[in-house]
C-alpha cells in the first residue's frame, strides 16, 4: 500500500509542471522591445579636390571675330548618399577680382551650361541633381571658364562649395 501511494504522490507532480509551462508561454506577461534609433543621415564625397583649366594665351583669342576659345576641363564626379530624398548643390564661395568672364558647369554633360560666376561675379548655387529617392548617386560634369575681354593678367582661383541636404 505504501509504495502505490508514492506512485500517485509522483503523477500529480508532473501533472503541475506540465500545465505551468504550458500557461507562461501562451499568455505573456510583457512584450520585449528592442529599440533601434536611425538619425537623418547624408554624406558627400568629391572626387577632385582642384581643377585645372589651363591658362589663356594668344592662341586662345580670334583677332578677326573678337571672340574666344573657353578652357575646359571635363569628367568630375560627387558621390553622395541620404537616407531621405536629397539635393545635392554647387557655388563658388567668392568670384576673384580680375576676372569677368564666365565660370560654367555642364551638370548633366549634355552641352548645357550653368553659371557658377558670370561676368565675373558669383551666380549663387547651381543644382547638381535632386534625388528622387533615398539612396547613393553619382554625377559627372565638367567645367569651363569662358573669357572676357576685360580679364586682367594674373592666376585666379576660387572654391567651390559642394552642398548636399535632405527634403
Ligand atoms: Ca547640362
Do not use: C
Not at 586662345?60 to 569628367?75: H, I, K, M, R, V
Not at 567668392?94 to 561676368?119: F, T
Not at 549663387?124 to 569651363?144: E, H, L, P, Q
Amino acid at each position: 500500500m505504501r509504495k502505490l501511494f508514492v506512485l500517485i504522490v509522483g503523477l500529480m507532480l508532473i501533472g503541475g509542471l506540465s500545465v505551468g509551462v504550458y500557461s507562461a508561454s501562451v499568455s505573456p506577461a510583457t512584450a520585449p522591445t528592442a529599440s533601434i534609433g536611425v538619425n537623418t543621415i547624408a554624406a558627400i564625397y568629391i572626387d577632385h579636390s582642384t581643377v585645372n583649366l589651363g591658362t589663356l594665351t594668344s592662341a586662345d583669342y580670334d583677332a578677326e571675330t573678337n571672340t574666344w576659345d573657353s578652357l575646359e576641363a571635363t569628367g568630375f564626379n560627387v558621390h553622395a548618399y541620404a537616407n531621405a530624398t536629397y539635393t545635392v548643390d554647387v557655388e563658388v564661395n567668392s568670384a576673384p577680382g580680375g576676372l569677368n568672364g564666365d565660370l560654367k558647369i555642364d551638370v548633366s554633360q549634355d552641352d548645357s551650361w550653368d553659371n557658377l560666376i558670370s561676368g565675373g561675379s558669383a551666380s549663387g548655387k547651381v543644382n547638381i541633381f535632386d534625388s528622387v529617392a533615398a539612396g547613393y548617386r553619382t554625377a559627372t560634369f565638367d567645367y569651363k571658364y569662358v573669357p572676357a575681354n576685360a580679364d586682367t593678367p594674373g592666376d585666379y582661383t576660387t572654391s567651390l562649395i559642394y552642398t548636399v541636404s535632405t527634403n
